[in-house]
């Protein structure tokens, strides 16, 4: 093929066609869920990354590699169009790729970057057979300067190294007819179900498994959920009942469903009932049908799934989306007429993982649950423990220092510090009876299912004789403390022999983190213990994928996660998605997108996301981790695109913009941990993404009242916007010795008051989501009043 004729080809035949002519040429290619055929079966069947290295007799000449993997189940004749970049030293090129099911391919090209070069992309596209599907953008960097780099990434010798790759999808347009959004009405199978209409409706919500009224009665759904001794879950079930009810009424324009416990002869349903005669495959599994004679059925084996299945039929089937938390995160929508329509319905799900523990940090549950990320109500969940099992103030250091962290002069390691106290000795006869004990007691709670045994966040571990021995008995080497997984998994099996009978099948938990991350040498865990693998933003690389090999921390990583999926029954999975520092543009869709898939085909079982809610600039991230917590093969394009429609309405454009070039700035961003800091500085994007706010914000101006939700959305990313470009300007403006201090005194009170009004503006309330969490606005506050402190003090010293 020539360099041109394959594009020209697939451009000319673009050009041509009509718009009535694009739709049906698009159906000849499209499967029956509206999707070009051409296209692999799901997004990460392809991956692509690329690599450089310059030439061996030419230095100038520097040769891009893109490497290119089927992990797909079909072939793609995969087609690669890179343009000219004169800044970059490059002439364009294109070629074509035929990937047999599981190859890897690679596809060269050469540049020849001009003295002083800094920062250059290439740009592309790339296409499967004869849809073009994907952009393409290579990130070329410059020699370093001589001096520091940023910490944690690879000194740049040569003349110039490609950093990232970036190749998502072209905006696509079958999302609404794709399994992974809202049933399509067209999809709908007959006979319909006319739920509710014009203000009325016929039917009842029957929840079999509510309690009855003390006289026999039906309880309101008030008193249902005042009675004490409600059983695990039923709180979150009668919330989900409560939507239920609530959106159908908004859907029709005020009908709203009764809910008893039994229903009169002849009456019409949305039946909850637990079916204990099914062998379930997960706590949250359930079935919706619906029968030819209207009548709507939710069975689980328990509550937690009934739950599930009401946001199942909610979401799934009657287009009801919580985007975000809070009033303003909320589209029911309001059909003509009133008209609320579902076809025929015969499902069974259930989630991909064991547990998950939501992705709003625990600030807003019912959203969680809502997103159907609330799963096994979270209950695989722990953290630093040992200073719960044994303290100071009931085992003195002086009175009992056999049973403490010491080091080789006998001397107790005492850490008093607020991310960690002091360990214990984990090899102490007294220490183990105690911890068993503790262990017993807890676990002993029904609704228990995993109790922790991690140590003291990076505090030191014990150096005693006992505790070298016990390392040593395992082939460890190191006595420095700082490698002591063999010993922390002999402690869990410890503690698991001592365990009671009853609570042997539950679980023992230890992070695999800080001293604890590598694999052990040779000691072999129960079958109960549990990990917990966490992706470290300081140590690992948040630009890419884990799986992606061009970052050595990656590499380890994905190899540390390889391992422990063999060795654990129950892995779980820690990652960041809501930043604790840095509160402005955090893109993690791209990475998560290929990382949670990773992390569950490499055995991975549960989840527990740090999402912070810091919802403005967080709140995509945790709104498809979340979906992905439940569904983890959706489709991620899939729910973005319905995330831009019908979130922000008329600014859908602009807004996809804004979210989609975050993720852009990111995945081409240099390789090396630390990411959210060092993308701040990347030119230019703090003013290209306030274009698109500014773009999003002219549309919304004078839309009519019912539609000021989407003005609300926008302006509430703006604010989150806001926050991070001021932690960033000021950093850089005003934090030196060389700012002019009444130029700093100036903008530390207006960056204070600005803080103030929108801690008023975003107070707890019902409308909003989180806008920062509370305990989070000292740490953006405090450079500004450190700054003013300073600043006064020179002004007042007459510097």
């Known amino acids: 093929m020539n360099r041109i004729g394959f594009w020209a080809r697939l451009m000319m035949g673009c050009a041509m066609l009509t718009a009535a002519g694009a739709a049906a040429g698009c159906a000849a290619m499209e499967t029956v869920e509206g999707k070009p055929t051409d296209l692999p079966t799901n997004y990460r069947d392809l991956q692509i990354y690329a690599t450089s290295e310059a030439d061996a007799d030419d230095p100038g000449l520097i040769e891009v590699t893109v490497h290119l993997v089927n992990r797909g189940r079909r072939t793609l004749p995969t087609h690669i169009r890179l343009s000219a970049n004169a800044a970059a030293g490059f002439e364009g090129a294109e070629g074509s790729v035929r990937l047999m ?44 300067p001589e001096g520091d780099i940023p910490k944690g990434v690879e000194r740049i010798d040569e003349k110039a190294r490609v950093v990232g790759t970036h190749a998502p999808r072209l905006q696509i347009d079958w999302w609404q007819k794709h399994r992974s959004s809202s049933i399509h009405p067209d999809q709908r199978v007959g006979p319909l179900i006319t739920l509710a209409e014009a203000g009325k409706t016929d039917y009842v919500i029957v929840a079999v498994v509510m309690p009855s009224a003390d006289d026999g009665g039906t309880l309101s759904l008030d008193e249902w959920a005042a009675r004490e001794g409600l059983r695990p879950g039923e709180d979150m079930l009668i919330g989900a009942v409560r939507d239920l009810q609530r959106c159908v009424s908004v859907m029709s324009g005020g009908g ?46 328990e509550l937690d799934g009934l739950r599930q299945g009401i ?34 319905i015969d499902e069974r799900r259930s989630p991909t993982f064991f547990s998950g523990f939501g992705t709003s940090w625990g600030s807003h549950r019912d959203w969680d649950c809502r997103n159907r990320s609330y799963i096994n109500r979270g209950r695989m969940v722990y953290g630093h423990a040992w200073t719960g099992f044994v303290s100071e103030a ?10 403490w962290a010491r080091g080789r002069d006998g001397n107790v390691l005492i850490r008093r510090h607020s991310s960690g106290s002091t360990n214990f000795c984990s090899t102490s006869p007294e220490v183990i009876e105690i911890v068993a004990r503790k262990v017993n007691e807890r676990l002993r709670d029904p609704n228990a299912l995993v109790t922790s045994l991690d140590p003291n966040d990076y505090a030191p571990m014990c150096l005693c004789d006992r505790c070298l021995a016990l390392d040593a008995s395992y082939g460890v080497t190191e006595q420095d403390g700082t490698y002591v997984t063999d010993r922390l998994i002999h402690f869990s099996n410890e503690i698991y022999d001592r365990m009671d009978e009853e609570n042997k099948e539950k679980f023992l938990g230890i992070l695999v983190y800080a001293f604890q991350i590598e694999l052990p040498t040779s000691a072999v865990p129960h079958p109960n213990h549990a990990g917990m693998v966490c992706n470290m933003g300081w140590t690992y690389d948040h630009t890419r994928p ?28 820690y990652d960041y998605y809501g930043h604790w520092a840095h509160f402005g543009p955090w893109g993690q869709v791209q990475k998560m997108r290929e990382d949670l898939v990773a992390f569950r085909d490499l055995g991975g079982t549960y989840l527990m996301l740090e999402c912070q809610p810091n ?20 489709d991620v394009d899939v729910l973005l695109e319905e995330f831009f429609t019908k979130f922000y309405g008329p600014a859908a454009g602009p807004m996809r913009s804004f979210w989609m070039d975050i993720e852009k ?6 390789a090396g941990p630390h990411g959210a800091e060092r993308v701040r500085h990347t030119p230019g994007m703090w ?31 703006r604010d989150g916007f806001e926050m991070g470009w001021r932690q960033y300007n000021f950093e850089v403006s005003y934090t030196s010795q060389k700012a002019d201090a009444q130029e700093t005194l100036a903008a530390a009170d207006e960056h204070l008051m600005w803080l103030t009004r929108m801690k008023e503006k975003y107070a707890p309330g019902t409308y909003w989501p989180t806008y920062l969490p509370s305990y989070y606005y000292a740490r953006v506050e405090k450079p500004f009043a450190e700054a003013k402190t300073k600043a006064a003090e020179r002004l007042s010293a007459g510097g």
């Open 256 to 301: 709203e469903m009764r809910v008893e416990r039994g229903r009169a002869a002849g009456r019409r349903a949305i039946v909850l009932a637990l079916n204990p005669d099914v062998d379930w495959p997960h706590n949250d599994s359930y079935h919706l049908k619906t029968t030819r004679d209207g009548d709507v059925r939710i069975e689980a084996g």
């Open 101 to 144: 099911r599981g190859a890897k391919k690679t596809w060269t090209c050469t540049l020849r970057p001009p003295d002083g070069m800094t920062y250059e992309i290439l740009t592309g596209e790339i296409a499967f057979g004869d849809t073009r599907a994907r952009e393409l953008h290579i990130a070329v960097q410059g020699a370093d």
């Open 546 to 573: 884990f799986t992606d090999p061009t970052d050595p921390t990656n590499r380890e990583f994905y190899e540390l996660i390889k391992g422990w999926g063999e060795l654990l029954g129950q892995f779980g999975y």
């Open 615 to 634: 919802f403005p600039m967080a709140g995509l991230n945790h709104y498809i981790s979340g979906r992905l917590s439940w569904d983890v093969d959706a």
């Open 665 to 670: 700035y990111y995945a081409l961003l240099r």
């Open 311 to 344: 946001y199942g039929l909610l979401t799934g089937h009657l287009d009801c989306h919580w985007f975000m938390p809070g009033e303003m995160g909320e589209e029911i929508p309001q059909p003509e007429g009133g008209r609320v329509v579902i076809g025929q």
């Open 687 to 717: 003013e290209a993404l306030r274009a698109h706010l500014d773009e999003a914000q002219a549309i919304t101006a004078s839309l009519p009242a019912e539609q000021k939700r989407f003005a609300d959305r926008i302006e509430f990313t």
């Open 394 to 403: 009931g085992y003195a250091y002086d009175e009992f220092p056999d049973m």
